[in-house]
């Protein structure tokens, strides 16, 4: 299984991007778990956002819990991040990750078994 991320690049405080993941390789990709997770300059990696195999549930992190939203087109093999209302914080690279449906924590990177290379998201003030 390949992610793929784009979507990254720079704006200004109070913009908006939306990041891509498109999926490939082995299995449906409407069997699995979808997150995003990033990691800023000298920080570890934090969830950001993840969304159920079904679509039906969704979860985000505290600090971008109304700004951001995450979808998916099963379709197109593709989940999204909506990121509204950036701030200079956001600045991180973000990354795409999948799981085969499971009732695991969704908040752990360890429990995400493929990874996208990472895109990067520079909010300027």
């Known amino acids: 299984v390949q992610l793929q991320a784009s979507g990254g690049g720079l704006v200004e405080d109070g913009g908006s991007l939306r990041l891509s993941c498109a999926v490939s390789g082995r299995g449906f990709f409407s069997m699995y778990d979808m997150g995003w997770f990033r990691q800023a300059p000298g920080k570890e990696r934090e969830f950001v956002a993840a969304g159920s195999a079904s679509g039906r549930n969704t979860y985000y992190a505290d600090s971008v819990k109304g700004r951001f939203t995450i979808s998916r087109d099963n379709a197109k093999n593709t989940v999204y991040l909506q990121m509204n209302s950036l701030k200079p914080e956001d600045t991180a690279v973000y990354y795409c990750?999948?799981?085969?449906?499971?009732?695991?924590?969704?908040?752990?990177?360890?429990?995400?078994?493929?990874w996208g290379q990472g895109t990067l998201v520079t909010v300027s003030s």
């Open positions: 990750a999948a799981r085969w449906q499971s009732s695991g924590n969704y908040y752990l990177a360890d429990q995400y078994t493929y």
